[in-house]
């Protein structure tokens, strides 16, 4: 018997729907029993948002801050697993608040440590630099990091922009005005996430995931768009001054910090609609001398290595 372990956060829940599809070999299998916990906030975040609890929630994402969690169950805490499989999503290109508060818990050094994990992520389209922070808190952790998965909405950046704020204000997964495509992963993407738990129950079996990662690769699991990858870094770095300025100023709910979320709210949305464009010129531009070290950047953030920060 194989006893996998799925934690994971949702709040529209897309990241369920993309776990059981995945998970079902697993499921349907009577050599593997799973367990799940679904990580809850002691306060949780709203579903829908309104616009301030959105940006509310910026520097605490960004700069890592835990929230209070619920307890996980004693039955879980005092049980050994073979494989454990760990669900997120992004938020401000870092893991969602509620995720990187369990990586941060003594709970998850205790299931985490020396044991395999897959990740397995739902999110707009910009997901590497967040990866990049979940590997290294897996790593200080100590735990085996064999493989993942990644599910985005594939429509152009700017499309996305629009039906993800319709998706997340108003709490409808629908087309926005009855004219843009349909916000987050397409049904089809979810249902064809299917796919991947094969290779993960043949690899749970045989206790080996050395080749795992490029198995789930060769599927296609794992896309990477050098363009977003450029632009995810650039806004971390502009992120970092956003979020500690924010962070000075008043803690989640003050009044102190309204009128500078206000003010990120307006850079943010002129950084969407005037410097992203701005940057994929130069990006196009400019990349062509270097596409070598970015076929060999794409293919470290398609791995489940991790080079740690000089
Ligand atoms: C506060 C907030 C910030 C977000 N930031 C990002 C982001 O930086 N990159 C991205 O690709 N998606 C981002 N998203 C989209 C989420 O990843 C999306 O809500 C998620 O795919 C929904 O899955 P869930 O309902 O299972 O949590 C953000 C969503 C929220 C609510």
Redesign the pocket.
Same mark, same amino acid.
């Given at each position: 018997m194989k006893r996998v372990l799925v934690v994971y956060?949702?709040?529209?829940?897309?990241?369920?729907e993309i776990l059981d599809q995945i998970l079902f070999p697993l499921e349907a299998d009577p050599q593997v029993e799973l367990t799940y916990h679904r990580i809850q906030p002691v306060s949780n975040?709203p579903?829908p948002?309104d616009g301030h609890s959105?940006f509310d929630?910026?520097p605490e994402?960004f700069l890592q801050i835990p929230c209070p969690l619920q307890p996980i169950d004693d039955q879980i805490l005092h049980t050994n697993y073979d494989l454990v499989i760990l669900?997120y999503? /992004?938020?401000?290109?870092?893991p969602?608040i509620p995720f990187n508060s369990f990586l941060n818990t003594k709970e998850a050094k205790r299931l985490l440590n020396d044991t395999p994990v897959i990740t397995v992520i739902?999110?707009?389209?910009?997901?590497v630099m967040?990866q990049e922070k979940v590997k290294s808190l897996l790593h200080g952790i100590g735990a085996n990091h064999v493989g993942n998965v990644v599910l985005?909405d594939r429509h152009l950046n700017h499309v996305s922009v629009i039906t993800?704020v319709h998706?997340?204000m108003t709490g409808r997964k629908d087309s926005y005005l009855g004219l843009f495509p349909k916000p987050? /992963?397409s049904e089809k993407d979810i249902s064809e996430s299917r796919r991947f738990g094969e290779p993960i129950a043949t690899h749970l079996k045989n206790n080996d995931y050395s080749t795992l990662q490029t198995s789930l690769v060769g599927l296609g699991a794992v896309l990477v768009k050098p363009l977003l990858v450029f632009t995810d870094k650039r806004a971390n770095t502009l992120f970092a001054k956003w979020s500690q300025l924010i962070r000075s100023k008043g803690l989640p709910g003050e009044a102190a910090r309204r009128p500078w979320l206000k003010a990120f709210n307006y850079y943010l949305l002129f950084a969407i609609w005037v410097l992203a464009p701005v940057v994929s010129l130069l990006f196009l531009i400019l990349h062509l001398p270097f596409l070598s070290l970015i076929r060999k950047e794409k293919r470290y953030y398609q791995s489940v290595n991790f080079k740690t920060p000089r």
């Amino acid at each position: 018997m194989k006893r996998v372990l799925v934690v994971y956060y949702t709040q529209t829940g897309q990241q369920k729907e993309i776990l059981d599809q995945i998970l079902f070999p697993l499921e349907a299998d009577p050599q593997v029993e799973l367990t799940y916990h679904r990580i809850q906030p002691v306060s949780n975040y709203p579903f829908p948002w309104d616009g301030h609890s959105f940006f509310d929630a910026f520097p605490e994402s960004f700069l890592q801050i835990p929230c209070p969690l619920q307890p996980i169950d004693d039955q879980i805490l005092h049980t050994n697993y073979d494989l454990v499989i760990l669900g997120y999503q /992004v938020w401000y290109l870092s893991p969602s608040i509620p995720f990187n508060s369990f990586l941060n818990t003594k709970e998850a050094k205790r299931l985490l440590n020396d044991t395999p994990v897959i990740t397995v992520i739902n999110c707009r389209n910009m997901w590497v630099m967040a990866q990049e922070k979940v590997k290294s808190l897996l790593h200080g952790i100590g735990a085996n990091h064999v493989g993942n998965v990644v599910l985005v909405d594939r429509h152009l950046n700017h499309v996305s922009v629009i039906t993800i704020v319709h998706w997340m204000m108003t709490g409808r997964k629908d087309s926005y005005l009855g004219l843009f495509p349909k916000p987050g /992963v397409s049904e089809k993407d979810i249902s064809e996430s299917r796919r991947f738990g094969e290779p993960i129950a043949t690899h749970l079996k045989n206790n080996d995931y050395s080749t795992l990662q490029t198995s789930l690769v060769g599927l296609g699991a794992v896309l990477v768009k050098p363009l977003l990858v450029f632009t995810d870094k650039r806004a971390n770095t502009l992120f970092a001054k956003w979020s500690q300025l924010i962070r000075s100023k008043g803690l989640p709910g003050e009044a102190a910090r309204r009128p500078w979320l206000k003010a990120f709210n307006y850079y943010l949305l002129f950084a969407i609609w005037v410097l992203a464009p701005v940057v994929s010129l130069l990006f196009l531009i400019l990349h062509l001398p270097f596409l070598s070290l970015i076929r060999k950047e794409k293919r470290y953030y398609q791995s489940v290595n991790f080079k740690t920060p000089r």
